[in-house]
């Protein structure tokens, strides 16, 4: 489908392809099966400027918004989701500030992450604190100009292998989530130490690890926004304006597995023919394609009404992460079963994809609280009708 | 520091096939790229750049077509590059090309150090550069795989040969020709795209750059092109058949027994 | 000056049509019409039964040819040692020169080389030029053109045949532009238009696609490089004689800008991929760069060279150094046996001349099983190690 893009995002999405496919695609596999992290692929998006896309230019962006974002992560995804996910993850990080900051933390931090100098992350989740991030147990404490945090946050993307890290942390655990404050912690502040490399299922090239606060001295500046209470509406926005990018991952996966499936049904042959001049199989491809347009469509038309100026757009951003998250788990399930027997081994991209796929369920807010949010939504908007 | 990099744009060679029924080329799908050894020129030429400073000029003969393809060097960081396009140059053997480039090249002028790629994929000459130097009275050197130090006066460098390589010290003004071996030529960035985007290929003609129409083209060019003709595959073997393990020991019996290999 | 259809000649019969490498040729009204962009080459002039086709050349040749004389060999030596091309390029000088009725004459540049100049006149030299000073030890482009530019204007010779080696494709384009002359490079093929006293030059083009045979009519000397290992050296004949004169350099002014400060050679396999009698090569066939393991056993138990294919070096299998073809190294062992290689056309070229192939493949219909002179169908994985212990029992 033809979605108009400008001269500039075209010009993104070429770059941000002919990456995935030159650099990224043959290095798959690799990534996929040691865990490493992919610095050498992170540094050709550096240097490509990627990594300012979607960053204002008075921070050494290009400019643009959250559909330039989402066309790189869409193109990386293709190949390899892993690494898509450690570019946008990077993003996730530097989004409280972008959005919440003050100017000279935004000066300071964006103009590093934009330059791709520096990868940022971002951390919420606790142990006992996942969809529930007013049940967090991690701390922050005043102690003259300084804030002491202690705690552990679990299962950060990009963790050890950023330099910049936005932490949630309670500062007044009366005031439940008001009392949620955001702190921008730099890599190398004493305190500040990483836990274990964890062995995932799928997008293995990307880092998760625990971050992990033992009396970690922070100055006060670092506060975000200078102000205490505002981490969880920080984490709140900050996932209003990134779930399209999931929602970017999650297609472009499904478009890699659909591109894998029409190649191969092409050329394996079965009973003298192309096995994609069977009807069951066509019917297969071509609900594949249909349901991953319509995903794309979503994805594409909500970040463009978030870089439209959209006061609230908490509910289409939700709808876009869990339809095409969704669409991304069948398409390469399907591509997998397609693929047949060689779907099912690791010499063909397919499995990589489909075990992938699942995160994109999971991560940024389960399918089901995506649900639960899309429903709220609804219900305050009908509320609000007076009929 | 002025650098000026020598680019062709080849057919993607390794994209073409022989249909074995009529025997001819197949050229559909064919795209014309920038000669892959010369993208590492390029890049050699804006590492050189980063390091000591200066001017990176890609100079490029060829139609008029070319220049839009020049831009890509413009997106990896070349500041200018010109093309060097006229009727007058069509025909051109190396000996003519080296002509029309090393005029070019005076007219650049002040130039330290000229870079061509080791050879162009679809002629596989790597004449062109030894002889641009020779036109211009520079010296030059070929097979470069690394350079160890430069200034505007010198370079040291190391050039491969069949036995190993070579470290050899050469005044500038220069040409050399690099290998792949060198380096590996970055993608462009996206800033660097836009402003290609934006940049004027200026088109150099015979007359702008003071050629002399007799060393010009056909008439300039001491080759002729005779005939072309797509080789032939003799075809003689013997290939075995039954298990692995028969054919495995046809073969040694082969080579083995015939004292072929002993 | 350009390229001509005589109209009343051409019958619109398309012949030429694929004949033309950029695709500019298109029949409009049943006759030929050429395209803009055509860049003269005359691919299609030879195609065109009708003789319709013409390019069309303002020549003024200038010189007088029959003053130019004899077949000249430039005998690269590397470190004092004669190189095999230049046993190679007698012996193919040889048949050139009885042809036209001129002499061979080598020409060999260095220092103390004199046992050298004696082995050239028994590998088929009529005459041998010797220049002998410090300055041409080794190689350097200024000095070497100094040298031989001197003496091609002396001497006038109608042919120079050089190497087509690291030397001789910088060397010769350098002599070639200062003597203003055609050069044509890396050659596979030689032959000579005895009336004209032209040299046939054939040479691959189009990455080894295309072949074209290439003429310097009106320019003399013409001057060829020659791609090591194609043509074969005679049996040298130690009771040969010739003349072996030695090149005055007495007066010479040395202009000499480059300096070489340190030379040094990386023995293994770069070196004795080229002159190995058997070669192993192992290509994307192996799947994975850990199989190259058992290319390398079959390699040590033959006492063999590894040699690979692009894919292979391009995937990141192997070094560059290994890889044989058009852009790598071209090859002509005794033995080259090539282990889950297609053959493309590029990697063909590098080693065609080899005198047995041995091809291994799963692909029967694999393009190296047409140069094949033994072909084993099956995986290659599998053959290998068979292959490693059948020739160590038959081997002892």
């Not at chain 3, 070497?144 to 042919?159: A, G, M, S, W």
């Not at chain 3, 050659?187 to 074209?212: H, I, S, W, Y």
Request: some cysteine; overall charge negative.
């Amino acid at each position: 489908m033809d979605y108009f893009l400008t001269e500039e995002q075209q010009m993104i999405k070429d770059l941000a392809r002919r990456i995935a496919d030159e650099k990224v695609a043959p290095k798959a596999a690799h990534y996929d099966e040691t865990g490493e992290f992919p610095w050498d692929i992170m540094k050709i998006l550096a240097d490509a400027d990627l990594f300012g896309v979607y960053l204002p230019e008075e921070y050494g962006g290009m400019g643009g918004g959250v559909l330039e974002q989402c066309i790189v992560v869409e193109e990386l995804s293709r190949a390899c989701s892993g690494v898509a996910v450690s570019y946008a993850a990077s993003g996730l990080g530097c989004s409280p500030i972008l959005v919440l900051g003050s100017e000279e933390q935004k000066k300071k931090y964006i103009t590093q992450v934009a330059s791709g100098k520096k990868l940022a992350a971002f951390g919420a989740t606790e142990a006992n604190a996942g969809s529930d991030l007013a049940a967090m147990e991690t701390t922050a404490v005043l102690d003259g100009n300084e804030y002491v945090l202690n705690g552990t946050k679990q299962w950060i993307t990009n963790g050890g292998e950023a330099d910049i890290y936005t932490v949630m942390a309670v500062t007044d655990k009366k005031k439940g989530p008001r009392g949620i404050s955001c702190f921008i912690v730099e890599k190398g502040t004493p305190g500040f130490t990483f836990g274990k490399k964890e062995n995932k299922m799928g997008i293995r090239a990307s880092a998760t690890r625990e971050l992990v606060f033992d009396n970690c001295r922070i100055p006060k500046e670092n506060l975000l926004g200078g102000k205490e209470g505002i981490g969880f509406i920080a984490t709140m926005r900050t996932f209003d304006r990134t779930r399209p990018g999931i929602g970017a991952q999650a297609v472009g996966i499904a478009q890699g597995a659909l591109d894998a499936a029409v190649k191969y049904s092409r050329e394996r042959v079965q009973f003298g023919q192309s096995i994609s001049s069977f009807q069951g199989l066509q019917f297969m491809l071509a609900d594949m394609a249909t349901q991953l347009e319509a995903a794309r469509a979503l994805v594409y038309a909500t970040a463009r009404m978030i870089d439209g100026g959209a006061k609230n757009f908490s509910k289409e951003s939700a709808m876009c992460k869990l339809f095409a998250s969704d669409t991304a788990m069948k398409v390469t399930v399907d591509a997998v079963q397609v693929l047949g027997g060689y779907g099912y081994m690791k010499e063909y991209p397919v499995e990589k994809m489909m075990r992938d796929a699942k995160i994109t369920q999971i991560y940024e807010g389960t399918n089901q609280i995506q649900r639960h949010v899309i429903a709220l939504e609804l219900i305050k908007e009908s509320a609000s009708k007076k009929d | 520091m002025k650098i000026v990099v020598c680019v062709k744009q080849v057919p993607d060679t390794t994209e073409v096939k022989i249909n074995p029924e009529t025997n001819t080329l197949i050229r559909e799908g064919v795209a014309s790229i920038l000669n892959p050894f010369d993208m590492y020129a390029v890049e050699e030429a804006i590492r050189i750049k980063e390091k000591v400073g200066g001017t990176v000029i890609v100079l490029s003969m060829g139609p008029p077509q070319v220049a839009e393809q020049l831009k890509e060097t413009i997106a990896m960081g070349a500041d200018e590059a010109i093309l060097v396009s006229d009727r007058a140059f069509a025909g051109s053997d190396t000996l003519a090309t080296s002509y029309a480039l090393s005029k070019a090249i005076e007219k650049i002028a002040d130039v330290n150090l000229v870079i061509c790629g080791k050879q162009a994929i679809d002629g596989d000459t790597a004449q062109v550069g030894p002889e641009i130097a020779e036109k211009i009275g520079i010296p030059h050197l070929t097979y470069v795989k690394k350079i160890e130090a430069i200034s505007e006066t010198e370079i040291t460098l190391e050039r491969m040969n069949e036995d190993g390589y070579e470290r050899v010290q050469m005044p500038l003004p220069g040409l050399i020709t690099v290998v792949k071996e060198i380096n590996e030529p970055r993608l462009p960035s996206l800033k660097g795209m836009m402003r290609s985007k934006k940049a004027e290929i200026p088109i150099w003609s015979a007359a702008d750059i003071d050629a002399d129409p007799a060393k010009c083209g056909l008439n300039g060019s001491p080759t002729w092109v005779k005939r072309i003709f797509i080789p032939e595959i003799k075809c003689q073997g013997e290939i075995f058949s039954g298990e692995p393990e028969e054919q495995v020991k046809f073969l040694v019996n082969a080579l083995v027994g015939r004292k072929i290999v002993v | 000056m350009g390229i001509k259809i005589y109209l009343e000649k051409c019958y619109g019969c398309k012949v030429c049509v694929p004949s033309c490498p950029f695709g500019l040729i298109e029949i409009v009204d049943k006759k030929a019409v050429i395209k803009d962009g055509c860049n003269l080459c005359g691919a299609c002039v030879s195609t065109c039964k009708f003789k319709a086709i013409e390019i069309i050349r303002d020549v003024k040749v200038t010189i007088d040819k029959s003053l130019y004389k004899g077949v000249w060999i430039f005998a690269e030596q590397r470190n004092g040692q004669l190189a095999n091309v230049a046993k190679e390029l007698l012996g193919e000088g040889r048949k050139l020169a009885d042809e036209l009725g001129e002499p061979l004459v080598a020409v060999l540049l260095g220092h103390n080389i004199e046992s050298e100049a004696k082995q050239l006149v028994a590998y088929g030299a009529d005459q041998v030029f010797v220049a002998d000073a410090p300055q041409l030890e080794h190689f350097l482009e200024d000095s070497y053109t100094q040298v031989l530019v001197d003496l091609v204007q002396k001497e006038r010779p109608n042919i120079i045949l050089m190497g087509a080696t690291a030397i001789g494709r910088s060397l010769a384009p350098k002599v070639a532009a200062r003597l203003e002359t055609g050069l044509t490079a890396d050659c596979t093929g030689l032959d000579v238009d005895v009336a004209e006293k032209n040299l046939l030059q054939t040479r691959p083009a189009f990455g080894g696609n295309l072949m074209a045979t290439i003429l310097c009519p009106n320019h003399r000397p013409q001057m060829a490089t020659v791609r090591p290992k194609v043509f074969k050296p005679l049996e040298p004949d130690l009771g040969r004689k010739a003349t072996i004169t030695k090149v005055d350099l007495s007066k010479t002014q040395w202009e000499i800008r480059a300096k070489i400060l340190e030379i040094v050679n990386e023995v293994g396999h770069s070196v004795n991929l080229e002159e190995a009698n058997i070669i192993v090569s192992g290509g994307r066939g192996l799947c994975d760069p850990k199989n190259f393991e058992l290319v390398r056993e079959l390699a040590d138990t033959l006492g063999a060279a590894v040699g690979a294919s692009r894919a292979a070096v391009d995937s990141g299998w192997i070094p560059y150094a290994h890889q044989v073809g058009q852009t790598g190294k071209t090859v002509g062992p005794k033995v080259y046996i090539a282990c889950g290689i297609r053959g493309a056309i590029q990697h063909l070229a590098g080693m065609q001349s080899s005198d047995i192939i041995v091809a291994i493949n799963k692909d029967p219909d694999a393009p190296i099983f047409k140069l094949a002179t033994y072909g084993i169908v099956g995986d290659v994985l599998e053959i290998l190690p068979m292959l490693t212990k059948e020739f160590k029992k038959a081997l002892g």
